[in-house]
Nanobody
């Protein structure tokens, strides 16, 4: 059983920054691609960013140039640095890993509001 624990969400003003973290309990973290998703109220969950085992990255068009996904294999942790935040970024953010099945964290709330 793989466990994922997100942290770092909160309330931030438009234009501000937050860094989300996701700690993953697996001994093979370093070979696993990792994803960040988000789900806003009334909307479907959407892929925000992906990082491969070799640290290649992909982003949703809506966050390109503002968000950065990274990983620290020594800490079994994936990060999402979010800059220039907008009210439309308000959502619950989840990290996900696929290891046979999909495993999700519990989510962390990000609210962008003045």
């Amino acid at each position: 059983q793989v466990q994922l624990v997100e942290s770092g969400g909160g309330l931030v003003q438009p234009g501000g920054s937050l860094r989300l973290s996701c700690a993953v309990s697996t001994s093979i973290f370093r070979i696993l691609p990792m994803d960040w998703y988000r789900q806003a109220p009334g909307k479907q969950r959407e892929l925000v960013a992906r990082i491969s085992s070799g640290s290649l990255t992909n982003y949703a068009d809506s966050v390109k140039g503002r968000f950065t996904i990274s990983r620290d294999n020594a800490k079994n942790t994936v990060y999402l640095q979010m800059n220039s935040l907008k009210p439309d970024d308000t959502a619950v953010y989840y990290c996900k890993v696929t290891l046979g099945n999909d495993y999700w964290g519990q989510g962390t709330q990000v609210t962008v509001s003045s």
